[in-house]
Antibody
Framework: QLQLQESGPGLVKPSETLSLTCTVS??????????WGWIRQPPGKGLEWIGS???????YYNPSLKSRVTISVDTSKNQFSLKLSSVTAADTAVYYC???????????WGQGTTVTVSS | QSVLTQPPSVSGAPGQRVTISCTGS?????????VHWYQQLPGTAPKLLIY???NRPSGVPDRFSGSKSGTSASLAITGLQAEDEADYYC?????????????FGGGTKLTVL
C-alpha cells in the first residue's frame, strides 16, 4: 500500500528557505500519469495547494506562490521535495504531500508536518 | 478568498440528510473539470471522500454522494452520524496561462447536533 511521509525542519526563521521532503513507499514515484503535490493548511484555516510535479518532471505552481516555490523529484530516492523561499509568519502551517490525478483526486496523503516560521 | 465557494458551516441531527454546496465558475467547474471531496477529521490529514464528481473510493459508505451541474457541485450525506462531524472540502482545477491549477473550496464545518 502506497504511503507518503513528510520530513523537514519544524522551525524556520523569517526570510529563510523552508525545505521539506516527501518520501514515497510501497510504490514508485515514477508511476505513469500521477502528480505529486504539496498542500498546506495554516492554523484554523483551509487547504491551500502549493504546487505539484508530474511523473514526467513537469511542475505546476499556485500562481500566488509561484515566485517563491520550487518542487523537484529524486526518482533514485523515491522522493519529491518542496522549497519555499523568503518565508514569513504567514507561511506557518501544516504541510501535506499527496498523490493525485486530475480525474481521481488526491487519493493518498502524508500525515502532515507542522512548520513554524519564527525567529 | 477561495476560488471555490462553500458555506462555512452546516448542521443536522443524527439520521438527517445534509448537503454542502461548492460553487465555482466557467474557468473551473464550469470548464468541465472534475470535482473531488475530502473529509478532514480534527487533527488528521484530509481523506478522499468522493472523486470524479460522484464516485466513492473503496470503503466510503454509500451515505455519501456527490453531484455536479454547471458551475456547481454538491456533497450529500444521508443518515447523519456523530462520526461524520468534520470539515469537508471540495477541490477542482482552474484554467490558467501556465496550466491547470488545483483549487480548493474554503471548507465547510459539519456539526452533528
Amino acid at each position: 500500500q502506497l504511503q507518503l511521509q513528510e520530513s523537514g525542519p519544524g522551525l524556520v526563521k523569517p526570510s529563510e528557505t523552508l525545505s521539506l521532503t516527501c518520501t514515497v513507499s510501497g510504490g514508485s514515484i515514477s508511476s505513469s500519469s500521477y502528480y505529486w503535490g504539496w498542500i498546506r493548511q495554516p492554523p484554523g484555516k483551509g487547504l491551500e495547494w502549493i504546487g505539484s510535479i508530474y511523473y514526467s518532471g513537469s511542475t505546476y505552481y499556485n500562481p500566488s506562490l509561484k515566485s517563491r516555490v520550487t518542487i523537484s523529484v529524486d526518482t533514485s530516492k523515491n522522493q519529491f521535495s518542496l522549497k519555499l523561499s523568503s518565508v514569513t509568519a504567514a507561511d506557518t502551517a501544516v504541510y501535506y504531500c499527496a498523490r493525485h490525478r486530475r480525474t481521481e483526486g488526491m487519493d493518498v496523503w502524508g500525515q502532515g508536518t507542522t512548520v513554524t516560521v519564527s525567529s | 478568498q477561495s476560488v471555490l465557494t462553500q458555506p462555512p458551516s452546516v448542521s443536522g441531527a443524527p439520521g438527517q440528510r445534509v448537503t454542502i454546496s461548492c460553487t465555482g465558475s466557467s474557468s473551473n467547474i464550469g470548464a468541465g473539470y472534475d470535482v473531488h471531496w475530502y473529509q478532514q477529521l480534527p487533527g488528521t490529514a484530509p481523506k478522499l471522500l468522493i472523486y470524479g464528481n460522484s464516485n466513492r473510493p473503496s470503503g466510503v459508505p454509500d451515505r455519501f454522494s456527490g453531484s455536479k451541474s454547471g458551475t456547481s457541485a454538491s456533497l450529500a450525506i444521508t443518515g447523519l452520524q456523530a462520526e461524520d462531524e468534520a470539515d469537508y472540502y471540495c477541490q477542482s482545477y482552474d484554467s490558467s496561462l501556465s496550466g491547470p491549477s488545483v483549487v480548493f473550496g474554503g471548507g465547510t464545518k459539519l456539526t452533528v447536533l
